[in-house]
């Protein structure tokens, strides 16, 4: 199974990233008196690595369970984990951190939890791929303690 970032955030991350580019593309051709200044070679790096790497966290990143190995690629970087190697799997704002027996973590950005459902205690997708991996795993199941009582997380 494989997880990508959500559909909001690939049509609104798209059509950015892709402003930034074309932004950045007109600064190019814009001769200045005695050639481009720093700050015009700054504004123009950082408007095409803000583009690009948009671009990439919306088309390039995922989450890929097997049943011998977890894949993760971020921002056109691949890694794999091996399932049995997994000792812990958590959801957070900055994405999915997979802990594995040596201690290493992995950071999955495909799939994120906003600190609201986080602070609610609302079960989200993230939640859901982190279960999927952590059952793959033979991991046990969370369960939710904080927030209202609605949409507890599910021990499955």
């Known amino acids: 199974m494989t997880w990508r970032p959500g559909l909001i955030e690939r049509i609104v991350c798209a059509p950015v990233s892709l402003f930034l580019l074309v932004l950045a593309s007109a600064m190019l051709p814009a001769p200045v008196s005695g050639g481009p200044g720093f700050g015009e070679i700054v504004a123009l790096l950082f408007l095409l690595g803000l583009g690009g790497g948009l671009l990439l966290h919306a088309m390039g990143s995922s989450v ?73 795993a033979g991991l046990p199941m969370r369960r939710s303690t904080r927030g209202t009582g609605l949409h507890r997380k599910r021990d499955a």
């Open 64 to 136: 890929t369970l097997t049943a011998e190995e977890v894949r993760i690629r971020n921002l056109g970087f691949a890694r794999s984990v091996l399932v049995d190697e997994i000792t812990d799997v958590d959801p957070g704002y900055s994405g999915i951190t997979i802990t594995t027996s040596d201690g290493k973590e992995v950071l999955a950005l495909a799939v994120q939890k906003v600190n609201i459902a986080e602070w609610l205690g609302l079960y989200t997708r993230a939640d859901a791929v982190a279960d999927s991996i952590r059952r793959a």
